[in-house]
């Protein structure tokens, strides 16, 4: 036999329950409204900014099929004729050395910046010594430092070691001007790897130079990838230091422009002749190879940006 047990509440407890229960169901009603209006604005933000990142490489990629008078015309219409023959004129001009002076320095001037940045990195994040936080902020201070005010002290410095106009002062001056920002980036993902890990390998009577190439850089090789990507794009595009330091001292001087000079010397060979798909053929060829990377590698780039939050 089951005995059935009703609680019988007063009308007045009844009443705040039922209130209470309207009360939280119009809160979370409410926080759904928000949630949707929040939503709805951010999505239409990313929209606006992706149309205006887009249309303007669709222009470039467009005008370099056109001829002056298609691309005098309506921005976005289609070409006529779907031919590269804009390119192979722009690879004559010279866009081809341009590309390859600049594939030159940065295939040193950024692993030379990975491997210093995260060398420095992991002993101001790993070992505390005297003096560890001035060293880490005189790094990042530099991230805060326009390049603009050390151009001239900057021009006579690598004039005075002799290394105007070529490969290996562009590449130091490269890294060192990448160097805080990833020593800041590295700096704060060093010190989310497990200390445990270290202080096995320390316990086996591992080297600090075998923990360091051997343990710790290939756990933190999400956020290597990242901040790569991110000193590639930097490097790929500056113009102002090859400007200054990248030009010819003398008539014997071989020219050793970057895409960025190439780029300008190119629109200025042109003169009053007007062969505008060559300026554009050459402006895609240059960031072609920065979108491959970048959609190549951006989902490793998510992961080294939210590794150290989520770990």
């Known amino acids: 036999m089951t005995t059935e047990s009703t609680v019988i509440k007063a009308p007045g407890e009844a009443a705040a329950d039922a209130a209470g229960g309207s009360g939280r169901t119009g809160e979370r009603e409410r926080r759904g409204a928000d949630g949707t209006v929040l939503n709805v604005f951010s999505h239409g933000f990313l929209a606006v900014w992706a149309i205006l990142i887009v249309l303007p490489l669709i222009w470039l990629a467009l005008g370099s099929f056109k001829t002056d008078a298609q691309i005098g015309g309506s921005a976005l219409s289609w070409p006529s004729n779907w031919h590269l023959d804009a390119f192979g004129r722009a690879w004559d001009k010279g866009i081809g050395d341009y590309f390859a002076n600049t594939f030159i320095v940065l295939v040193f001037s950024?692993?030379?910046?990975?491997?210093?940045?995260?060398?420095?990195?992991?002993?101001?994040?790993?070992?505390?010594?005297?003096?560890?936080?001035?060293?880490?902020?005189?790094?990042?201070?530099?991230?805060?430092?326009?390049?603009?005010?050390?151009?001239?002290?900057?021009?006579?410095?690598?004039?005075?070691?002799?290394?105007?106009?070529?490969?290996?002062?562009?590449?130091?001056?490269?890294?060192?001007?990448?160097?805080?920002?990833?020593?800041?980036?590295?700096?704060?993902?060093?010190?989310?790897?497990?200390?445990?890990?270290?202080?096995?390998?320390?316990?086996?009577?591992?080297?600090?130079?075998?923990?360091?190439?051997?343990?710790?850089?290939?756990?933190?090789?999400?956020?290597?990838?990242?901040?790569?990507?991110?000193?590639?794009?930097?490097?790929?595009?500056?113009?102002?230091?090859?400007?200054?330091?990248?030009?010819?001292?003398s008539s014997s001087d071989p020219e050793r422009y970057l895409l960025t000079q190439g780029l300008i010397q190119l629109q200025q060979q042109q003169g009053y002749e007007t062969d505008l798909p060559v300026l554009f053929a050459g402006v895609t060829i240059a960031m072609i190879p920065m979108l491959v990377v970048y959609l190549s590698f951006q989902r490793q780039i998510q992961a080294g940006l939210t590794s150290a939050t989520l770990k």
């Open 110 to 249: 950024v692993p030379l910046t990975m491997l210093f940045g995260s060398m420095a990195a992991y002993v101001l994040a790993r070992y505390p010594f005297k003096g560890n936080r001035f060293v880490y902020y005189f790094f990042v201070s530099g991230a805060m430092f326009p390049v603009f005010l050390a151009l001239v002290p900057l021009f006579f410095m690598v004039k005075r070691f002799e290394m105007l106009n070529t490969y290996h002062g562009l590449i130091l001056v490269y890294v060192a001007y990448s160097m805080p920002f990833t020593v800041f980036f590295m700096h704060s993902f060093f010190r989310t790897l497990p200390t445990a890990v270290h202080e096995a390998a320390v316990i086996d009577g591992a080297s600090h130079t075998r923990i360091f190439f051997q343990v710790m850089l290939p756990m933190a090789k999400p956020g290597l990838i990242s901040v790569g990507i991110f000193n590639t794009l930097g490097q790929w595009n500056q113009y102002i230091l090859p400007s200054v330091l990248m030009q010819p001292q």
